[in-house]
């Protein structure tokens, strides 16, 4: 379990379990969910909301384990953008070391893939 800080000034957090971060991976909750410009804000927040939402809504979002991430984490009342941006980074983080444990390599590409 990981302790996330969802404010600037560090007095508030929320907790992660691997369990929250596998869910995460299954849905693939972060997929296109941050526009191109980079910038976690409050609209990224609800716009994770309403695609979880919708998931619940659908017969794909009957699994206890998404309710679970909605209670516990997405619908927190401490989350905000700036916690989102935290469990972004956790989530990478966690799935690097996954990719790295399974002997894959996750280093960016350089070059053109066909010099």
């Known amino acids: 379990m990981t302790k996330i800080q969802t404010n600037a000034s ?29 910038y976690v804000d409050e609209g990224v927040l609800d716009k994770l909301k309403l695609n979880v939402r919708s998931m619940l809504e659908s017969e794909t979002g009957r699994d206890k384990r998404l309710l679970d991430i909605c209670l516990d984490v997405i619908y927190h009342p401490n989350m905000k953008a700036y916690g989102l941006q935290q469990l972004v980074l956790l989530y990478i983080n966690w799935k690097n070391r996954a990719n790295n444990d399974l002997g894959m390599t996750t280093r960016a590409f350089q070059g053109t893939p066909f010099n």
């Open 10 to 38: 560090g007095t508030r957090s929320i907790e992660i379990t691997e369990e929250h971060l596998k869910t995460i991976d299954d849905y693939q909750l972060f997929r296109d969910l941050i526009d191109s410009n980079g």
